[in-house]
C-alpha cells in the first residue's frame, strides 16, 4: 500500500490571533504601498494604541555596527530597514520608539511583507525616559504643552508651562479654573472661545494673547492646539504655549522706532517744503534786487548823459565862445582863467563819462556784451586781450554782471597786483556764460579780502550762478564767473 497523504489540521478560531497577541514582540503586515494590513498587540502597544488598519509605515534608520541578516526576501517600498539598523518607526506620523525590525517574504501572501519589530533596551537604543526627554526639550526651549481631556475634564500642564505661568512645577491641581485666572481679564474670553470652537469644530487654532502671574507681571504668549477627534466629537485637546515676551517687546519698540522715523521723516519733509520755498523767495528776492539795480544804474547814466553831461557840454561850448571873443589886448590873466576852466572843464566832463560808463555803458545796453568788452579792453591801462565765443544779446543783468566781473578784475589786476598783461576769454555753451579774467600779477587775491570781489560774488551768485578764484601768492590770479542765461 501506499504512503498514506498528510492532510493540514484546520486550527479553531480565534487560536492564531491570539497566538501571535502573546508573541513578545510585534508582528505587521505590509503591502506593496507599505501600509499596514494585519498588527499584533505588541505592535499596536509600541505604536502607543494610534497604529491603524490601513495606515503608511515610515522608518528613520539610526545606523548601528553591522549584525548578520537573516535570510528572507526584501521588503518592499525603497525605503524599508536594513535588519542591521536601528529603526525609529512611525505609523502615519505616530511614533512608535526604537525598535529592530526583522523583515521577511511569507508564502502565499503575495505582495506581502511580514515585518518583526523588537524594542530596544535603553542600553542598546541610547535612549531615555520620552518624558524625561520632553521636559528637557520644554525647558531648553522655554515651550510648554498641554493636554486636556475633554470627556473626563481632566487638565494636564507640562512642567515647563508651571514655569512660564510663573509657578513652580505642579505646585497646585491643574483645572479649567486655575488655568483661567492665568489669563489677562481682556483676553480671558476670546481665548475660551477660540478653545471651544476647537472643541465643537475640530478645526486647529493659532493666537497670540496676554497671561498675568502671580507677582502681577504680564507675559505675551503664542498658544497652538488642535484636537483629537472620534465620532465627530472632540475627546481631547492638546497644545503648545511658547512665552513671547521679548520678541513683543522687540517688535513694539521696532513699530514705536518706525512711528518715529515716519514723523521724522515728514517732519524734514514739511521743513524741506518751507525751507525751499523760502529760498525760492530769496533768490525771486535777490533777482528783483538786481533787477532794480540794473534798472536804476542806467536810469543814472542815462540821467548822467541827458542831464550833468548835457549841461557840462554846453558850458564848454559857452566859455569857447567867451575865449573866442575876447578883443585883442584883453587881460592875459582873464585868457589863462579860460584856458584853465576849459581843461578843468574837459576833465571833469571825461572823469563823469567814465562814472557813466562804470555804472551802466551805453555801448552795453546799445550794441551789447561784446562790443562794451571790446571797449573797456581797449580803454584798460592794463595791456589786456580779449578772446570770445560769438555771443548773441542776453538778458540785461548777465550782460551788465559778466561786464561788472570784468571791469572789476581789470581794475584789481592793475591797481593791487601790479599785473603787466591780462587776458579776457568768454565762452557761451549750453546756455551757460563764463567769463574769466587771468593776469599775472602777485596773486593772493580773495573774496573774503575786499569788498569789492565780495559784492561781485553776492551779484553773481543772485543770479544763480558761481564766481571762482585761483590766485596763489606769487602765481596770478585767474577769476572765473558762470552764469545761467537759459
Given at each position: 500500500m501506499g504512503a498514506q497523504a498528510s492532510s493540514a489540521v484546520a486550527l479553531p478560531e480565534g487560536v492564531l490571533p491570539a497566538a501571535l497577541d502573546a508573541l513578545p514582540f510585534g508582528i505587521v503586515l505590509i503591502d506593496q504601498d507599505e501600509q499596514v494590513m494585519y498588527a499584533n498587540r505588541p505592535a499596536r502597544r509600541l505604536a502607543a494604541d494610534d497604529l491603524r488598519i490601513g495606515e503608511s509605515v515610515q522608518w528613520a534608520s539610526i545606523k548601528q555596527p553591522s549584525i548578520d541578516e537573516p535570510t528572507g526576501g526584501s521588503a518592499a517600498g525603497p525605503n524599508a530597514p536594513r535588519a542591521s539598523e536601528i529603526s525609529a518607526v512611525t505609523f502615519s506620523g505616530?511614533?512608535?520608539?526604537?525598535?529592530?525590525?526583522?523583515?521577511?517574504?511569507?508564502?502565499?501572501?503575495?505582495?506581502?511583507?511580514?515585518?518583526?519589530?523588537?524594542?530596544?533596551?535603553d542600553s542598546e537604543g541610547r535612549g531615555r525616559d520620552p518624558e524625561q526627554l520632553l521636559q528637557e526639550v520644554e525647558a531648553v526651549s522655554q515651550v510648554g504643552s498641554w493636554s486636556w481631556d475633554v470627556e473626563a475634564d481632566v487638565v494636564t500642564l507640562s512642567d515647563e508651562l508651571f514655569r512660564l505661568h510663573g509657578l513652580l512645577p505642579q505646585s497646585m491641581p491643574a483645572t479649567a479654573a486655575t488655568v483661567a485666572r492665568q489669563y489677562h481679564p481682556e483676553d480671558r474670553a476670546a481665548q475660551f472661545e477660540l478653545v471651544d470652537h476647537c472643541r465643537r469644530t475640530g478645526q486647529p487654532f493659532e493666537n497670540t494673547h496676554r497671561i498675568v502671574r502671580p507677582d502681577g507681571t504680564v507675559r505675551w504668549r503664542q498658544a497652538r492646539g488642535q484636537a483629537v477627534m472620534e465620532d465627530g466629537r472632540a475627546v481631547r485637546i492638546y497644545g503648545t504655549v511658547e512665552d513671547i515676551t521679548e520678541r513683543v517687546d522687540r517688535e513694539r519698540a521696532l513699530r514705536h522706532s518706525l512711528d518715529d522715523s515716519r514723523r521724522l521723516a515728514a517732519e524734514n519733509?514739511?521743513?524741506?517744503?518751507?525751507?525751499?520755498?523760502?529760498?525760492?523767495?530769496?533768490?525771486?528776492?535777490?533777482l528783483r534786487i538786481v533787477q532794480a539795480g540794473y534798472e536804476a544804474?542806467?536810469?543814472?547814466?542815462?540821467?548822467?548823459?541827458?542831464?550833468?553831461?548835457?549841461?557840462?557840454?554846453?558850458?564848454?561850448?559857452?566859455?569857447?565862445?567867451?575865449?573866442?571873443?575876447?578883443?585883442?589886448?584883453?587881460?592875459?590873466?582873464?585868457?589863462?582863467?579860460?584856458?584853465?576852466?576849459?581843461?578843468?572843464?574837459?576833465?571833469?566832463?571825461?572823469?563823469?563819462?567814465?562814472?557813466?560808463r562804470g555804472l551802466h555803458p551805453a555801448i552795453l545796453s546799445d550794441e551789447g556784451l561784446l562790443p562794451a568788452l571790446e571797449s573797456l579792453v581797449a580803454r584798460s591801462p592794463l595791456p589786456a586781450q580779449l578772446s570770445a565765443d560769438p555771443v548773441g544779446r542776453l538778458p540785461g543783468p548777465i550782460e551788465t554782471t559778466a561786464y561788472l566781473v570784468v571791469s572789476e578784475a581789470l581794475t584789481?589786476?592793475?591797481r593791487h597786483a601790479a599785473a603787466s598783461n591780462a587776458h579776457v576769454t568768454v565762452e557761451h555753451r549750453h546756455e551757460l556764460l563764463s567769463v574769466m579774467v587771468s593776469d599775472d600779477g602777485a596773486g593772493g587775491a580773495r573774496v573774503e579780502g575786499g569788498n569789492g570781489l565780495r559784492l561781485?560774488?553776492?551779484r553773481v551768485a543772485a543770479l544763480d550762478g558761481r564766481l571762482h578764484i585761483d590766485s596763489p601768492l606769487g602765481g596770478g590770479t585767474r577769476l572765473r564767473a558762470e552764469l545761467p542765461c537759459a
Open positions: 505616530a511614533l512608535v520608539g526604537m525598535v529592530r525590525p526583522m523583515r521577511m517574504l511569507v508564502d502565499g501572501l503575495d505582495d506581502a511583507v511580514l515585518i518583526v519589530l523588537s524594542p530596544l533596551p519733509e514739511s521743513l524741506r517744503h518751507e525751507i525751499e520755498s523760502q529760498l525760492s523767495e530769496v533768490r525771486e528776492s535777490r544804474r542806467r536810469r543814472l547814466e542815462r540821467d548822467l548823459h541827458d542831464g550833468a553831461q548835457q549841461r557840462l557840454t554846453t558850458l564848454g561850448l559857452i566859455l569857447r565862445s567867451a575865449q573866442a571873443q575876447l578883443p585883442d589886448g584883453a587881460s592875459p590873466a582873464l585868457e589863462q582863467a579860460l584856458r584853465d576852466a576849459l581843461v578843468e572843464l574837459q576833465a571833469g566832463l571825461s572823469e563823469l563819462r567814465g562814472m557813466a584789481n589786476a592793475g561781485l560774488s553776492d
